[in-house]
């Protein structure tokens, strides 16, 4: 990244976290991976029950491993032995201490688009943990909401099918076909446009592309 792009990641991130707050979002932003890694272990207390969801971004600052490592009670459904262990532990993470996701579009007025396959992060988005600590990347942040629900649609969830078997119009050339397929990962979108209780929701964001 240039040391344009940087500046430029950072005057936006200051802005979209101080309209987040605006709406009842905690929020900051950090200009780098490892900054953004000590923020979200600071926000996490030691002992809480942590489960996450789909966060490709929270993985590449590394914050599953140090959950992991850590001081903490981690709810990792990668580890199941078998689909039933799988589902239970994804059931669980619905009241964990602190869910752990990503976002898949901001929008800079401060609302959040994130769109699913089968609705278990949307659901813990909108209910159940004490606490929701979203990672973002700057390059989720779109100046609409109208331009947030299209990168959800046309850039994050085909450029996510290709990590998954099933064939998809998406899958297959890479750009949204609006389809009703058994495959689908579009069948769920949810548009956060304001934290209530306040501060549940809380959002690193961080000047780096990060995820889809």
């Not at 689908?184 to 306040?198: E, F």
Request: glycine share 8%; net charge positive.
């Amino acid at each position: 990244m240039t040391q344009w792009e940087q500046k430029y990641y950072d005057k936006r991130g200051q802005l979209l976290a101080r309209n987040l707050e605006s709406r009842h979002f905690q929020a900051c932003y950090c200009a780098n991976r490892q900054d953004a890694l000590e923020k979200a272990l600071a926000w996490i207390p030691e002992g809480s029950s942590v489960g996450w969801g789909g966060a490709l971004s929270a993985q590449q600052i590394g914050l599953m491993d140090a959950v992991k490592a850590g001081p903490y009670r981690a709810i990792d459904r990668d580890m199941a032995k078998d689909p039933q262990e799988r589902e239970r532990l994804v059931r669980q993470t619905l009241l964990a201490d602190v869910f752990i996701t990503g976002a898949n579009a901001l929008s800079m007025d401060g609302q959040m688009v994130n769109i699913d396959r089968m609705g278990n992060r949307l659901a813990a988005i909108n209910y159940g943990p004490k606490t929701v600590l979203v990672i973002a990347g700057m390059n989720k942040a779109v100046d609409s909401l109208e331009a947030a629900v299209t990168r959800a649609r046309t850039i994050a969830a085909p450029m996510n099918k290709q990590r998954f078997d099933g064939k998809t119009p998406c899958e297959i050339t890479g750009v949204c076909g609006d389809c009703k397929s058994e495959e689908c990962i579009c069948n769920q979108i949810l548009i956060t446009r304001r934290c209530r209780p306040g501060g549940r929701i809380k959002f690193i964001l961080v000047g780096e592309n990060l995820g889809f």
